[in-house]
C-alpha cells in the first residue's frame, strides 16, 4: 500500500495551464484516501507470480484507480446522488463547481487508457488491458449499471434485477481488476476466469455491505453520506436490514470456500485484503 501511494503521489495528472483549478481538480480525489482496494488485488497478484513485473503493474494499478475515481466524482454529481462528501473530503462540484468536477471526471476517465498504453509491458499485454478495463467500466459494465440505478431510482426491482444493477455497477470492476493482474503475470484462462467469478460476488458482498454501512453508520464513520438511500434499490430497502446481514454472511461463506480453492500463491497474496473485508458487515 505504500509504495502505490508513494506511486500515485508522484504520478498525478499533470495538465499546466492558466486554468486556475483544473489541474488541481484532477488529483484531489485520488489523494483524498481510499481504501485502494482494487489496485491492490492487482499489484498482490503481480507480487505473488512475477515480482520483477511489480513496477511495470503500478501504472496499471493508477490507471485502474483513475477510472475508480473518475466514476465517483461522477456519481456523486446532483444529476446523480448529488453527495456533499467523499472519502472524508468535499466532493469536486462543492469544492470546485459542477463543470470542473464534469472535466475531472471526463480527464480522469481518458487519462487511465493512456497511462495502460504508457506502461512498460509488452503491447500485446496492454491491449488485452485496455479491452478488460473497457468491457469492465464502459457500457456494458459499470456505465450500464450506473444507467440502471438512476433511471430505476423510486421504482422497486427485483432482487435478481437489483444484483444485475450491482453486478455492473460495483463488481465488474472489482472483478476485473484481478483478472488484469492475472493477464499481466499471464495466469491460464480458467484461472482468470476463476478470479474474474470470484471477483464478481466479491463485488456484490462489497455493495450489500455498504447498504449495511449506509443504514447502521454516521456520516463521520463512513467518510460519506450515509441514509439517503431511501430511493434507492438497495439491498436493504429490498430485503431489509437483518435478512441482508444474512445474505452477506451466505455470500462471504461461499467466497471463503472458493477462496481456499485457489492455489497457495494466490491465497498468500491476496489473504490479507480478502479477509479484511469478507465478513467487514459484522464489524460495523
Do not use: W
Request: aromatic share 8%; net charge negative.
Amino acid at each position: 500500500m505504500q509504495r502505490f501511494e508513494a506511486y500515485l503521489s508522484e504520478n498525478l495528472p499533470q495538465a499546466p495551464s492558466f486554468h486556475p483549478v483544473y489541474e488541481d481538480a484532477l488529483g484531489d480525489m485520488l489523494i483524498a484516501g481510499g481504501k485502494r482496494f482494487r489496485p491492490m488485488l492487482l499489484l498482490s497478484i503481480v507480487d505473488a507470480y512475477e515480482p520483477m513485473l511489480y513496477n511495470g503493474a503500478l501504472p496499471v494499478a493508477l490507471a485502474l484507480e483513475m477510472f475508480h475515481t473518475y466514476s465517483l466524482i461522477h456519481d456523486d454529481l446532483p444529476a446523480m446522488d448529488d453527495a456533499d462528501l467523499r472519502r472524508g473530503h468535499e466532493t469536486l462540484h462543492k469544492r470546485y463547481d459542477e463543470v470542473t468536477a464534469i472535466l475531472a471526471g471526463d480527464a480522469l476517465n481518458t487519462e487511465a487508457f493512456l497511462v495502460i498504453a504508457k506502461a512498460p509491458l509488452r503491447e500485446d499485454v496492454k491491449i488485452k488491458l485496455v479491452e478488460l478495463l473497457a468491457e469492465g467500466g464502459g457500457a456494458s459494465g459499470m456505465v450500464l449499471g450506473q444507467a440502471i440505478d438512476c433511471y430505476f431510482e423510486n421504482q422497486p426491482l427485483t432482487l435478481e434485477q437489483v444484483k444485475t444493477l450491482h453486478t455492473n455497477k460495483t463488481a465488474k470492476l472489482i472483478a476485473v481488476s484481478l483478472q488484469m493482474g492475472a493477464v499481466i503475470v499471464g495466469l491460464e484462462l480458467k484461472v482468470q476466469k476463476a478470479l474474474y467469478d470470484f471477483g464478481i460476488d466479491l463485488g456484490l458482498l462489497f455493495q450489500i455491505q455498504d447498504d449495511i454501512i449506509d443504514e447502521t453508520q454516521s456520516e463521520e464513520e463512513a467518510g460519506k453520506p450515509t441514509g439517503n438511500d431511501t430511493d434507492k434499490n438497495s439491498f436493504i430497502n429490498l430485503l431489509g436490514l437483518e435478512k441482508s446481514v444474512e445474505e452477506a454472511d451466505d455470500l462471504a461463506k461461499d467466497l471463503q470456500r472458493r477462496f481456499e480453492a485457489f492455489d497457495e500463491k494466490l491465497q498468500v497474496a491476496l489473504n490479507p485484503l480478502i479477509q479484511q473485508y469478507l465478513f467487514r458487515h459484522k464489524r460495523n
